[in-house]
């Protein structure tokens, strides 16, 4: 009569052992695993895309702007990269608006403007928004 001893029974469980630790390891105990999908490249921005032109960043038209020679070619040279309420609250002299001009076009990269339309964007700014006689401060009733 064969009995089963116990060094039978360590040996069987260490071997069963040893194969199912074998078997996972080669992944046959598992399905099948999610494979690493690469994420997809992001789509150029439209505003990058030349072809499509960026969206101003406001709502503002011709209108938002007082009336004069030179409005037209002004709210489109210089509302491409923001609002006209900027450009409102500004005060400057024709100088100090040519100045500013530059600025724009060398610290805030716009593409620099045909010499007749800047003289002509220049007239309008120098005269719709002159430098204010009265500064704000003087305005308030407190400090008088
Ligand atoms: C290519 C983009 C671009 C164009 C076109 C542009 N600007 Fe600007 N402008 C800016 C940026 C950017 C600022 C800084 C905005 C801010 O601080 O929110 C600015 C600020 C200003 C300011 C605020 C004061 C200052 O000096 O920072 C004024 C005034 C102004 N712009 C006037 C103009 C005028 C006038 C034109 C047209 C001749 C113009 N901008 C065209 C980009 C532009």
Redesign the pocket.
Known sequence: MSQLNITHVVVISLTAVFLLVAMDRAGQLRGPQPTYVPPAKPAPLAAVDPEKGKPPPHNDTVEDMPAGKGREV?FY??T???GVA??KA?GLTRDL?DS??D??IEK???PPVKPAERAE?LDY?AEQFPPRRRGRNTDNPFLK
């Open positions: 002004t040279t210089c491409a990269c923001h900027l450009i500004q608006w500013s001009i600025l724009m805030h990269r716009m964007i700014l």
